[in-house]
């Protein structure tokens, strides 16, 4: 198998794990070193995910000496360059277009309005575009957004056209210190009121089977959207429920994904749910933690699974409820220590905390930051233990900044 694993991906060891405990040999491609295991290791396999093409030849090139059954890629980066190799090899994998919609903001709203699926109104503003009158458009509040980036980086809500011009101005900076190259538009949205939701899923030729659906309880009112608490199973009404899984299915195929990990955000409002985004991959961070299958089969074997077509293990929940943290980085600074993590870990459902931050490393909060501070696990009898469970532990937190 080869593993297509960023450089910055927090799931080189959960990935390369499963692919032990299925015996399966694994070649990395990455586009620099990448961490495992506290240390840093020399990719066998070195692709530019941002020439996916080029990426997809040497993955083929690669093919001929030695056989490959299936390409798997572990983040949103690599699965243009998945889907690509995986076509010229024959193997069962997302079309190459689908995959490019799920990487490119303005592309999946495309997709989704030919599918007539319910979402944000938007508009795309090229680069000397006047972003107050787009906003004026689609009507206050809006959301602005840069069409490439990731985990909310340079997402901003505006209410009025002073705030619509700054926060245009703020997310192109974000581009162009990322990289994202000069051309590239930004996404003028209508923002959409309610509580959010992600659901995780696998698909199999275009069937979705649901691994989870995440209530997101605190409030993602803006101006930035900084994650924090995941939990599941969700404690909205079983009728939103099916919706939400219903949408979500018309979404993919809405944009022609057909194989593996889906992670779909959706916000519902007065009963009426709306799709915010579909990636073709599975959660984020250390997030996927959070979920144990049946003989704590973890999400990552799961994946390899489907990706070989290997059968299915059971997938029983070994506990009724679980959720993750994302340990919000309170404000800019060097990040010195922090304190009471064993206080933390004492609190009773915590399962594990992870500080993914050394000491000494700048945090930058959003809508700049691209880094979370750490990861903490909860699992419980109940959602409400879970929850409860995380604020309590992260209440303990000390976080000392300089
Ligand atoms: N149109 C919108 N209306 C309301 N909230 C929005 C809208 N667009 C984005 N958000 C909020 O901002 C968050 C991040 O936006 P989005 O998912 O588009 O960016 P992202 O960088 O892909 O984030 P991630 O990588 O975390 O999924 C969403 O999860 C949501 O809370
Ligand atoms: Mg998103």
């Known amino acids: 198998m080869v593993l297509l694993l960023p450089s910055e991906s927090y799931r080189a060891a959960e990935f390369l794990d499963a692919a032990r405990a299925l015996g399966v040999d694994v070649v990395i491609g990455s586009n620099g070193r990448f961490a495992i295991a506290d240390a840093m290791a020399e990719a066998p396999l070195l692709l530019d995910f941002e020439a996916p093409e080029a990426g997809a030849e040497a993955i083929a090139a690669y093919a001929r000496s030695t056989p490959v059954e299936a390409v798997v890629a572990t983040d949103d980066g690599g699965v243009l360059v998945a889907a690509l190799a995986a076509e010229r090899l024959g193997l069962a994998s997302n079309l190459p277009a689908a995959a490019a919609a799920t990487r490119d903001k303005a592309a999946l709203r495309r997709a989704l309005d030919e599918g007539g699926i319910p979402q944000p109104r938007y508009r795309l503003a090229p680069p000397r575009a006047d972003i107050p009158e787009l906003a004026q458009e689609v009507g206050y509040p809006v959301v602005i957004k840069p069409v490439s980036l990731s985990a909310s980086r340079g997402v901003i809500r505006a209410d009025d056209a002073s705030s619509a011009a700054l926060a245009g101005a703020t ?16 996404l003028v949205e209508s923002y959409l009121p309610g509580v959010e939701v992600a659901l995780e899923g696998m698909l199999r030729d275009g069937d979705l089977e649901v691994l989870a659906l995440f209530d997101k309880p605190d409030p993602l009112e803006g101006p930035y959207f900084e994650e924090t608490i995941y939990v599941t199973p969700s404690r909205l009404p079983a009728d939103l429920q099916e919706a939400i899984t219903k949408m979500t299915a018309r979404a993919i195929t809405a944009i022609g994904l057909t194989e593996g990990p889906v992670h779909a955000e959706l916000r519902v409002h007065d009963g009426d749910v709306r799709m915010l985004e579909v990636a ?9 933690r959070s979920l144990q299958f049946g003989f704590g089969v973890t999400l990552e074997e799961l994946i390899l699974r489907g990706a070989l077509g290997l059968p299915q293990r ?4 070994t506990w009724a409820a679980s959720g993750v943290m994302m340990i919000p980085i309170p404000r800019r600074g060097k990040l010195l220590e922090v304190r009471g993590q064993a206080a933390a870990r004492a609190v009773p459902g915590i399962a594990g905390l992870n500080i993914t931050v050394a000491p000494g490393r700048d945090l930058r909060p959003l809508p700049e930051g691209d880094r979370y501070l750490g990861f903490m696990f909860a699992r419980g009898p109940s959602p409400e233990e879970v929850e409860g469970a995380l604020r309590a532990a992260h209440g303990l937190l000390d976080i000392a900044i300089e």
Do not use: N
Request: charge should be positive.
């Open 280 to 288: 073709a991959r599975s959660i984020g961070g250390l997030c996927s």
């Open 314 to 317: 059971e997938r029983g929940r």
């Open 171 to 186: 997310a192109r900076s974000i581009c162009e210190a990322a990289g994202v190259p000069a051309g590239q538009p930004l």
